[in-house]
């Protein structure tokens, strides 16, 4: 009985937040004054358990869902994250299981997440300059690090890596070439993402947005690219470059939305179901986890939950009032 939404798009994929916390302050997602050290983040016993959510995803995965990612916050703050792993990897009917990460802990856990089972790996990197990478991340820790764990991930085994950039006009755009360079090099897979106005506090503006068609005129015009087959319900537009030095992806979530085939749960650190990135409200799910019910109650609360579901928010966004409340995306992941 795998549900479909009220627009017929199946639950494919899941994306699980296991910490509202991060260790980076980026502005377009945590900025310092709205997360400051006030700030009140969930406390522990608020989290779900890994428990929790490997009979959640157990439960999932009889819906439909076949693709996991773990996100936060940073994932990588959760302690023993490995374990977590190692849970998710044994669900059978799950097929893919990756992670998102700003990189700054990969030199530890690369290995052992690996060993657990995980299968990707996404790397955020918005620059490659020491002084703009401390800017950008808001945080004091060197470049170096992010770069030796993408290093460190490479020789754990994880190949390709990917490389997500988020592109903001006068901020990061002078970077397209170098950042290209970087990752053809070092094998990796550079996705460039534009700039979204999630949750209500990172400022957005509709003229910091690059949009992904400048990005890739700007790239073919270096390295001449043709474009990859589509692949079902894909958010990256695959391109190729010619000379056969790997791929690069463009994700055009303001100026070409894809909601028409977005698969995607998220559930935050809490364990709030939301139908969409840009959601204001999300479905309470630990209050039934620890209430005593059944699999099959869960399944079927799910189901309900996912048959309603309408959203198309980036397809909406210029008719929608400016404002509008939005969860954080901290909290629920990217
Ligand atoms: N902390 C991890 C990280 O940074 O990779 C995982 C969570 S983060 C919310 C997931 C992804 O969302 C990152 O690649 C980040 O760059 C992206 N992101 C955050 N705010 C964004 C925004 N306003 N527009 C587009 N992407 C954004
Ligand atoms: Fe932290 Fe990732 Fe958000 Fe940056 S994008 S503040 S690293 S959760
Ligand atoms: Fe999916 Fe919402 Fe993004 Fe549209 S706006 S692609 S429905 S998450």
Not at 10 to 27: G, H
Not at 62 to 68: A, F, S, Y
Not at 301 to 309: E, F, P, Q
Request: glycine content about 8%; charged content about 25%; hydrophobic content about 40%.
């Amino acid at each position: 009985m795998e549900p479909r939404d009220a627009r017929s798009r199946p639950l494919r994929t899941l994306r699980v937040s296991v910490t509202d916390r991060c260790n980076f302050r980026c502005p377009y997602c945590m900025p310092r004054e709205a997360f400051g050290p006030d700030h009140p983040f969930l406390p522990r016993s608020a989290l779900l358990t890994f428990e929790e959510l490997a009979r959640l995803t157990r439960i999932f995965a009889t819906l439909g869902v076949r693709k996991l990612r773990l996100t936060g916050g940073e994932p990588l703050l959760r302690q023993d994250l490995p374990d977590l792993v190692r849970m998710l990897a044994a669900i059978p009917d799950l097929e893919d299981l990756a992670l998102t990460t700003n990189g700054a802990l990969l030199a530890a856990l690369a290995q052992p997440l690996l060993r657990a089972g995980l299968q990707r790996l996404t790397v955020s990197l918005d620059t490659l300059r020491p002084d703009r990478f401390q800017r950008l991340g808001g945080t004091t820790l060197p470049l170096t690090q992010i770069l030796g764990g993408l290093d460190a991930a490479r020789d754990a085994g994880f190949a390709p890596i990917k490389l997500n950039c988020v592109v903001q006009r006068g901020v990061n755009d002078d970077e397209l070439l170098d950042l290209a360079a970087f990752a053809r090099e070092g094998g990796h897979v550079l996705r460039f993402i534009e700039f979204m106005d999630v949750g209500t506090t990172n400022g957005w503006r509709r003229d910091a947005v690059v949009s992904a068609e400048e990005i890739r005129r700007c790239l073919d015009r270096h390295w001449p690219l043709e474009p990859l087959a589509p692949t079902e319900n894909a958010v990256a537009h695959g391109w190729r470059y010619r000379d056969g030095k790997g791929e690069v992806g463009l994700i055009a979530s303001v100026t070409a939305p894809f909601c028409g085939g977005c698969d995607r749960a998220r559930l935050s650190a809490e364990g709030r179901l939301y139908t969409c990135l840009f959601a204001a409200e999300g479905l309470d799910l630990r209050g039934f986890l620890r209430g005593g019910h059944s699999d099959s109650d869960l399944a079927a609360l799910l189901a309900a939950r996912w048959r309603l579901r309408d959203d198309s928010y980036s397809e909406q966004r210029a008719a929608t009032a400016p404002g509008r409340t939005r969860i954080e995306m901290s909290r629920i992941g990217g």
